[in-house]
């Protein structure tokens, strides 16, 4: 963008700026954005943040309140919700965003002298709120999280191309909470849902977020490893993945076989919750043939199409 749009567009945002808001999104992506216009649908008030300002000015022309300034979103609510992106880089989690998001988030609660909970979504392997987001928060700010500030993690199940639908109709909610006060604060934003909610501590909500992504890439790879079987054999995968997905403990999400799991989600968590395991020195056998039972199949998914 030119400098005078740039400087027309934050003035734009400013000014519409209410002086309170319900919850703050630091990271107006794909997440982030069912994340709000869903607790906005809901009634409650929204102001969305991003560096993005073209995802700003599509969130601002719906009719959305918008910020370039983490300040201002900081300023304006007591529960913010962080979804900035954590992609996998060599297979490995890259949480330089969310540090530099929590490094910035600090250096704001520091001076605002109430009680604020700062709520992360991004996709973050254990422990990473407890041993790495947390001391930098209080790094920042010089306060104590728990009894300064609050502090949880809820991971989403959101589907790409359905997130602000799988918002709506959530099948559970995960609160992982450092303390009681921050889980009651961020249980009140979701008690507008009729599901149920499950509280836990932090670490056992950021596995919770994994342990549902790495089932979802096995259960895909083992019905790719059938598909392929039954081509050797000369037999229909289709009737026999149908069949087999009747068994309401199956269903027949994934079960499909000729694929390679793809989207956002499932490569890059795979990729890092291998790495992560094997940095702990376990050997994840099962999810290392998922990951080589995928490889397979895009091979032969590719061969097709040649």
Known sequence: MAKNIQFSLKRQIRKQIKTTSDISIVGSGVIGQATGMGFAIHGLNVLFHDIDEKKLLLLMRKGYEVTTEILEALSTSDVLFVCVPTPTIDARIDVSFVQNVAASIGKIIGKLGRYVVVVFRST??????????????????????????????????????????????????????????????????????????????????????????????????????VFLICKKLGLNPKQVSEAVSLDPRIGQYGIYGGKPFGGVCLPKDLAAFITFAKSKGFNPKLLSAVSDINKEIALYDSRLKS
């Open 124 to 225: 973050i392997l254990p422990k990473t709120t407890r041993c790495e987001l947390i001391p930098i928060l209080e790094k920042h700010s010089g306060l104590k999280a728990g009894k300064d500030f609050g502090v949880c993690m809820n991971p989403e199940f959101l589907r790409e191309q359905s997130a602000l639908e799988d918002f709506l109709n959530p099948s559970r909610i995960i609160i992982g909470e450092l303390d009681q006060r921050s889980g009651d604060t961020l249980s009140k934003v979701y008690s507008i849902f009729n599901c149920p909610v499950i509280r836990t501590g932090l670490d056992t909500a950021e596995m919770i977020k994994y342990t549902s992504n790495l089932f979802l890439a096995s259960k895909i790879s083992y019905f790719n490893e």
